[in-house]
């Protein structure tokens, strides 16, 4: 009885301290630091209507936008997932060979792998430097513009994530989408 | 693979030098020395908290009661929570009833400091669940098993074990939740959300809408990782970009998993008073860790085997199931850093590792000693300890010893059936459930792949992990009713029996230790436990590891 009552004793003031104390604080500072990725970085037009979140991939299937990674639970941010397919799976193979059809991808020009494999979660908001060159043509030829700006836009934008550990670059796509229709956000 | 080497060095350096302080700061916590100020000041709090019971020191069965009722407590509270969230507050989304085994499932997991989860968080919970019932168990669950270890290293000390409801609070405050609160800031720093607010829908640039889930997600993950707890605020865990958002909260959480595991084992050594000693168990851990690490990122370099015959470079490694942003070696260095540690949150997706990679989980989930969960991988080690120094004292032909303590025959009977017990769980689990409907009907790969999630799964509840081989159907009664049972006893088993090794130990006369005794100092302790560990612990495995993940390799890769 005694333990079952220090018990009910220790319940209550770690409910108190490690849940409504310790969340409260972290949020605070949250909001005080961070306000924006604290809440999960959501951008909006100027007219105020939701575009997205800046570390969430979105859909694109529009030639005229560089497209993310493919996602196994179609880019539903409310229900995230990976294919949790084996390496060895016929069915990855099968998924593989519709991405190769939608780029158009040959053995001269080969699909870089990134954009074949699925990412974890299904929302990787990156891509490659590489895999954003390997659309160019396609965007380019969409917007009726040159290449050679959209070249310079993903110059401009590829980071290393990283630092020295990462020496392959990376770029958001949905930023780059932005840029492209040069919507005003704020 | 430059940058792969340099990255898991900085890592695994970077938190073996941090552990150095935190396990001194934890021995003074969880330890304070008689008459020694600041943290006995702590001790009068605890005791007025927690009652007239914490005043006395307890002997291990005294201990172990305590402990398990107040387990029985987290229990029902927990289970109570879930089962009413749809009356509760912070429910901005309205999640509605959650399913009777389900809650089960999910109650034992976290109690048993698991976080097996057969649920996706931002479909099922709402924030005052993910709070107030998991999140707050991830807190206690830990501080038991930091607790247990306190316990045993005092015992093996040849002193009293102390008090259960003290040294869980001790562990609770003083440890867990300054660490929490800033790894917590870090995640602030790295992108991770932290609102009370529910999800927001967006219409995206193609004009299709967008349900964007969030929620307070940073003060769940820092406990998250750093209490061995593994359990996500996602159902996708850290690979999720609003769980995991950048190459530094990566870093971040990774060094997050091994901290305290790592620094349980310079705890144990400074209340024991035998530092050199606790050295040679670190190097050991870090060499068996250290090999899975190697392994697990040379055999994920392989690109995706299902790839190989179409236009796709094979320029790169197997990127199936992981994201961008950690760079090429995070995922198979946190595949295996969450399974050496019972952790079990996930950075990258097991079930689409490569046939040979997704093994070293596997193998960690088996040995689970190095570094194991908090306070309980320590303990782990240290059944292997008296296995090994009794086989090491027959074959020289000594009376076995472990820091002069005799041991005997009831001593050894007690580790080898806490170590049977988990093969016992994980074999018959996965037999049991390969040959029926239950497993069999549950699956999402074919073959070899497909055995391997049923044993991957029993590994995971038996190791008390929580991670999975996610595409296993897992949200079915059996699913939830037979691991739910396994993550209870594997969870409870190995904490009682080495409880009860102590107290038998302890009541023994103790040895002065001579020439004549084997050290436990030297690189042939060092040599022998680590044999012991492979022996005793990865070989029973090796029959099952052949159907799974090895016949897979053979028959398939090129």
Redesign the interface.
Known sequence: METFLSSLRITVATMAICVGGYSAAVWAVGQAITPGTAEASIITKADGTVIGSRQVAQAFTQARYFWPRPSAVDYNSAGAGGSNKSPTSTDLTDRANETVAAYGATAENPLPAELAAASGAGLDPHITERAARYQVSRIAEARNIPADQLEKLISERAFAAGGMFTPEKIVNVLEMNLALDNVQTR | MT?AI??VV?ILAGTALLSWPLGRYMSWAMDPARGQGGANGFTAIFQA??????RRDQDWKRYV??LL??N???FV?CFAILALQQVLPLNPDAKGAIDGSLNFNTTASFVANTNLQHY?G??VMSYFSQ??AL??LQ??SAAVGLAVLTAVARGLAGRKLGNF?VD??RA??LV??PV??VI??LL??T???????G????????G?Q?????G?V??FV??KQVGTNGGGF???NS????EN????SN?VETIAIIIIPMACVWMFGRIIGRLKHAGVLFTVMLILMGARISASIGFEAV?????T????????G???????????SAGPLWAVVTTSTSNGS????H?????LTGMMPMIGMWLNEDFGGVGVGMVNMFLYIVVGVFIAGMMIGRTPEYLGWRVEAKEVKFAMLALLSHGFFILVGTAVFAVTPWGADTL???GP?GFSEILYEFSSAAANNGSG???LGDATTPWNIATGIVMLLARFIPIILPLAIVGSLSAKRRATESSGTLSVEDGTFAGMLTATVIIVGALTFFPAATLGPIA?HVM??K
Do not use: C, Y
């Open positions: 940058q340099l990255f900085f908290i927690g009652g007239s019971v914490t009661v305590s009722g107040f029985l407590i987290l509270v996706s931002e479909v709070l107030a999140m707050w807190f206690v409801f869980v609070q609770t405050f867990l939740l929490a609160f917590a800031i602030l720093l992108g991770v959300p932290m609102t009370f607010n999800s927001v829908v967006a219409t995206t640039l193609e299709v967008q349900t964007i889930a969030r307070p940073a003060a820092a406990i996602f159902g996708p690979t999720h970009p609003l958002p950048s190459f530094w870093v690109p995706t085997q299902a790839f015959s179409l236009p796709i470079t094979q320029d790169v197997n990127l199936e199931g992981k994201e961008l942003r950690f760079g090429a996930v950075n990258a997706m079930d689409s590792l490569n046939p999402n790969n074919v792949h081989f996610e595409g897979e398939f890769m």
